[in-house]
């Protein structure tokens, strides 16, 4: 806590959060990025971390991309995955966040000839160091590229056997635009077969109906983003019947420009409507802001009290893959 700290912020900090939506290569801070780059003999095309940052100024999701991809080009070695992992995770204890699932994209790697198990084994040595050094608990999300070919997405799924059971679900990213989610329905029926359930991007920059086809055709039992379906109101009451979580990242929307400031954004009409929110940072390092200052900025924005802020944070727990037992604590805390 700093001295000038809000007594709300200092509140919104101990409230125990789980994070369900984040990149961990979206966690890659400039400074990292260029020691990461000087281990592996990587040539950035910017001559300090200020210029890095200066770049972080995005139209859109595509725009934001471009940049995502290119940071992570640092990434070599099972090290250096382990490196940005727990750099997330003594942030994410600063912010109070007791449960993170991170989604990474291996599809991005293997391109560049990384294989399987330097994300694999480096990111799941780090989630067992951030338990026994930060008490924080945390799941594995298999993410592909859904502007890559349907066939390689399954092929790389079928590669990672060894990890299957490790793997807590598989998820659905990239750009959006033009990529509707149904052409994934064999690699997330072949999860599903499996026992690994199913969670997708679908309604940040792509219309309504990716979200309803998500929920059709991938049986997705979290949809990430999710804020455009308030443009079909069969939708909303779907999803409200089926309280099918939201995994909303409010700082990430305005930067990409979802949203033209945070107290335009649909979070009060999504609430509103009886939906299932949570709060996420998707990547904190380039849209300025942790889950707590995700949490501090909705608060600034919409005025909300901290009965709000526990309503949408047991929500989070309560949508988490996490043993019940960890879910029972964490919801008793909430209490
Ligand atoms: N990959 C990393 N961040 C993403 C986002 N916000 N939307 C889609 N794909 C992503
Ligand atoms: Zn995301």
């Keep these: 806590m700093t001295t000038s700290e809000t007594a709300m912020t200092t509140w919104l900090r101990e409230l125990p959060k789980a994070e369900l939506h984040l990149h961990i290569e979206g966690t890659l801070e400039p400074e990292l990025m260029f020691a990461l780059a000087d281990r592996n003999d990587v040539t950035l095309p910017y001559d300090s971390v200020e210029a890095v940052r200066a770049a972080y100024d995005f139209e859109d999701l595509p725009s934001f991309l471009n940049l995502y991809y290119q940071g ?69 999300i298999m993410s592909f590229l859904r502007d890559r070919d349907p066939a390689e997405a399954l092929e790389v799924f079928e590669r990672a056997a060894p990890w299957h059971s490790v793997v807590d679900a598989v998820g659905l990213d990239s750009a959006e635009r033009d990529h ?27 219309p309504a109906t990716y979200i309803r086809e998500a929920l059709e055709t991938l049986d997705v039992c979290r949809v990430d983003h999710g804020v455009r379906c308030l443009e079909d109101a069969d939708l909303v009451a779907t999803l409200r019947e089926r309280q099918i979580p939201l995994t909303v990242c409010p700082l990430s929307n305005v930067k990409l420009k979802v949203t033209p400031t945070l107290t335009e954004h649909p979070l009060p009409a999504l609430r509103e409507a009886g939906l299932n929110v949570t709060l996420n940072s998707d990547d904190p390092a380039y849209f300025g802001g942790g889950m707590l200052d995700n949490y501090v900025a909705c608060h600034d924005a919409f005025g909300w009290t901290r009965d709000d802020f526990i309503d949408m944070t047991c929500n989070a727990v309560q949508a988490a893959f996490m043993a019940e037992e960890r879910r029972e604590a964490l919801l008793e805390r909430l209490a």
């Design 180 to 206: 509707p989610p149904g052409r994934f329905a064999k690699v997330f029926a072949r999860a599903r077969a499996l026992g690994i359930p199913g969670v997708a991007h679908a309604g940040e920059e792509g």
């Design 72 to 140: 992570m080009g640092v990434l070599h070695t099972q090290a250096d995955f382990f490196d940005l992992a727990m750099a997330y995770f003594a942030r994410a204890r600063e912010d109070g966040v007791a449960h993170v699932e991170l989604s990474f994209d291996p599809q991005a790697h293997l391109v560049r000839g990384v294989p399987l198990e330097a994300p694999f084994e480096g990111l799941l040595a780090a989630c067992r160091e951030a338990e026994s050094r930060y008490g924080i608990s945390s799941a594995l």
